[in-house]
């Protein structure tokens, strides 16, 4: 009985407890809704506990998971808001999916300009040599005066 009060006051450090006491500790950490710093300090008295309960459910083999732990509504709604929605695989894929096509189609526009491009040129080019007449507009020339 007097050890029980001993623990409950705080007065010892964390490697001092027996592995009974930290199979108790983390019993009462997964039935009850304390946070692990609540607990922390209601044995050993310290405000901090760096991760040495989460150790512990290691070492002695307790389930690390959140689904093993008891929570009120209002507790997972603050847990899911802070979840952010994961993105799956298909939905970046079809993403990037989409993406490749447009540059794909881009590309192809791109060549059918410069085709046509080239086309006109040479269309020009035939038709100035054919009818003898400039028709393009030379460079460096004023406009007329009338």
């Known amino acids: 009985m007097e050890q029980t009060s001993k623990v409950i006051l705080g007065l010892r450090g964390s490697k001092s407890f027996t592995i009974s006491e930290r199979h108790r500790i983390i019993q009462e950490l997964l039935s009850s809704r304390c946070k692990k710093v609540e607990i922390w300090k209601k044995y050993t008295g310290k405000d901090e506990e760096h991760g040495i309960l989460l150790k512990?459910?290691?070492?002695?083999?307790?389930?690390?998971?959140?689904?093993?732990?008891?929570?009120?509504?209002?507790?997972?709604?603050?847990?899911?808001?802070?979840?952010?929605?994961?993105?799956?695989?298909?939905?970046?894929?079809?993403?990037?999916l989409q993406l490749k096509k447009r540059i794909y189609e881009l590309e192809n526009q791109l060549k059918d300009a410069e085709m046509k491009a080239i086309a006109f040129s040479t269309m020009v080019d035939i038709a100035e040599k054919e009818f003898k007449i400039p028709i393009r507009k030379k460079l460096n020339t004023k406009p007329l005066k009338k």
């Open 56 to 96: 512990w459910m290691r070492q002695l083999g307790y389930s690390t998971e959140l689904s093993t732990r008891r929570f009120t509504f209002g507790e997972n709604i603050s847990l899911m808001a802070q979840k952010q929605p994961p993105t799956t695989k298909t939905e970046e894929s079809f993403e990037i």
